[in-house]
């Protein structure tokens, strides 16, 4: 029972790092929020907190980093609408959250460690 939980919560954090940051990053984009830096950081705030949280330092930075330099090199180089390439760059750091999460829980399961 308690894998089941712990897979429930990796799950549910992935889509609120994912769905919550994309629906703000939407809203900004219908009401034009420039420049793009802001629209691309407040989707990525959640999962580097996200990151930082679950222990991967290095990494929370790396991917944020790279997740806002692709979406700036997109726009830029216009390689498709803003929404659509919004959805698909923010798609990546939130699958690796969701990784690094069930890493952690499934850890916690083997080990058979308490919260």
Do not use: D
């Not at 089941?4 to 919550?20: D, G, P």
């Not at 994309?22 to 009401?31: A, G, Q, S, T, Y």
């Not at 929370?60 to 830029?76: D, K, N």
């Amino acid at each position: 029972m308690r894998i089941f939980f712990l897979i429930s919560a990796a799950l549910t954090a992935a889509l609120l790092v994912y769905a919550l940051p994309m629906l703000i990053e939407v809203e900004m984009l219908r009401w034009r929020i420039e420049p793009w830096i802001l629209r691309a950081l407040s989707a990525e705030i959640p999962v580097c907190i996200l990151l930082f949280a679950l222990g991967f330092r290095w990494s929370a930075l790396a991917v944020s980093s790279i997740a806002v330099m692709g979406e700036g090199f997109g726009l830029v180089l216009r390689l498709g609408p803003e929404q659509n390439l919004a959805m698909i760059v923010n798609l990546i750091p939130a699958a690796l959250s969701a990784t690094a999460a069930m890493r952690i829980a499934l850890r916690w399961h083997v080990a058979g460690e308490e919260f």
